[in-house]
């Protein structure tokens, strides 16, 4: 027997069950123990009761709860009476009553000291608390994420389901797909020397869905990328990816605000204002010298090279003869102190900026910089053409270079002083479309085009006549707070379009075939126009729970450096296995 069998959850024991007998199992969550009377409060996923012990209801019960521990986890049998009037917790739902225990089992005792308890687990190293991940979820903090996930989840579900959309399982053993990201390979025992590929997103499945006339699908789909780790990156991580047959950019985009807004609406009570804003990427690089601009603030960048136009201050002069521009940002909310402009510069710095450049004005409009003595006597005025609400007050940091490499830079700056300046609005829920993304990007040193999203987006109308740099994409990302939250696109589904795609970007007929052949074939076999998207869900659930990480909204995840300290994998395997898929082990050289 595994104790009384439970009648009620600890949370649920409220003033309905006063009189009554309950069997109640769960965690000593905390034990107070004041000799003849000894609280505990015992907890399980529901929330937490008080229970009380004392000799007078049972003397057995009583002496046994003295050795009862933190996390052992106990089935009682007990009354539920009233509290006194002064013990009455109003922050608690079961904070008007408690439980006498008439008895109890132990039926896990905690026999090892806990590497640390529920309420240090904040403060302890994070590969500690993933190696015991399982006391780590024991807190409510961290069950309410994922609470608030399996919520999201169930009506993402339930909206698609209603829409129409078949939910599909796609195979997690693949072929090599060239989307972009390096995959991971698992070896074929099968056929010694072959690999699969892990997805990386189930995108050529998804589209061969279509081939299929299966018109609408959606996963909630694991994704595996083998890149390097950042704080919002995992090795694997989850999708909410979708497809449709038969529509354009903006049926696929109203689908998903319909399905946000159910979201907003059944989880938070708060449907979206819909539509969602929309930019042009052009828009997004210029303003905001990014793909995924924050609106919740101002601060946008703008282009100064006119200022500059006759300078003849050295660095100025050269990037701008090099066809580069001068990009700043004009900060009105702040007079920044000279030690906080050096660490701005500093920081600058960090991000791989050459320089920062400030030009501060006093109160006579005469600017004060590491470069006020070449500037001319009139420069306010002339920048007050240029930004015409410009105060003396002001501060202006510009960065010189090209216009690819200089903006990203501007954008970052404009984060940081939008951070630094607390001018986020934390509570505001800012989303964006982000739209017409050129189709190709140019990597200089590799000298090669690719893709900007993957290689089987379609261009836009018209890209017949225009220069390969100038194609645009039929893509879109939708952004959230400046994160980008998910994108996608129309697809190519034409078997001329998609090879002139392939030779754009350096894939020949022969590896085309060697690769794609199945989707080529399927492009000539009868394959609707359609177009998809796929969400991060771990980026969304992050944001709408506040967590720092994705890490805090995956169950079992891994550390930054892809390592799970709990199975410690990834581990070695022994020769025999090695043996077994006819690899050798080569170790890299340091
Ligand atoms: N497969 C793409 C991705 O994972 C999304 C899409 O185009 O639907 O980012």
Known sequence: MQGFKRTVTCGLVNESFLNKTVNLSG??????????????????????????????FSSQAHKAAHNLRSEDVISIEGLVVERSAGTVNADIPTGKI??????????????????????????????????????????????????????????????????????????????????????????????????????QSPQLYKQILMAGGFEKYFQIARCFRDEDLRADRQPEFTQLDMEMSFINETDIQSIIENLLSHVFEKIFNKP????????????????????????????????FSGVFEKTEIKFLRSVLDQDGKIGGIVVREKIFTRSELDA??????????????????????????????????????????????????NTLFLIAGQYDEAWPLLGRLRLKL?????????????????????????????????ATHHPFTSPQDGWENLPIGEFKARAYDIVLNGVELGGGSIRIYKKEVQEKIF???GIDLATAQKEFGFLLEAQELGFPPHGGIALGLDRFVMLLTGADSIREVIAFPKTARGYDPMMEAPT???????????????????
């Open 27 to 56: 965690w000593v969550n905390r034990r107070r123990d004041h000799g003849n009377l000894i609280f505990i409060d015992l907890r399980d996923r529901s929330g937490l009761v008080q229970l009380v012990f004392n000799s007078d």
């Open 572 to 590: 070695a395997v022994d020769e025999k296995k090695i043996r077994d898929y006819g690899l050798m082990f080569i170790p890299k050289k340091k």
């Open 503 to 505: 030779e754009i970007l």
């Open 98 to 199: 408690e439980v006498q225990v008439k008895q109890f089992e132990v039926l896990n005792k905690v026999t090892k000291n806990l590497p640390f308890t529920l309420e240090e687990a904040d403060k302890v190293e994070e590969e500690l608390r993933l190696k015991y991940r399982y006391l780590d979820l024991r807190r409510e903090s961290v069950r309410k994420k994922f609470e608030l996930r399996n919520n999201i989840i169930f009506e993402m579900r339930n909206f698609l389901h209603n829409k129409g959309f078949y939910e599909v399982e796609t195979p997690i053993l693949t072929k090599n797909t060239r989307e972009g990201a390096r995959e991971f390979l698992v070896p074929s025992r099968i056929h010694p020397g072959s690999f699969y590929a892990l997805p």
């Open 272 to 303: 979206l204002n819909l539509p969602l804003a929309r930019m042009q990427y052009k828009q997004a690089f210029d303003e905001f010298g990014v793909d995924k601009p924050d609106l919740r603030f101002g601060l946008k960048i703008q282009d």
């Open 344 to 393: 701005l510069v500093e920081s600058a710095l960090t991000f791989g900026a050459k320089g920062l450049l400030w030009i501060r004005f006093n109160d006579e409009g005469k600017p004060e910089s590491p470069i006020a003595k070449f500037l001319p006597d009139n420069f306010f005025d002339q920048l007050k053409s240029f930004v015409p609400d410009i105060q003396k007050t």
């Open 418 to 450: 939008g951070s630094d300046l607390k001018l986020i609005n934390k509570d505001e829920l800012n989303f964006l479309w982000v739209t017409d993304f050129p189709m190709f990007e140019y990597d200089k040193q590799e000298k090669r085009w690719s």
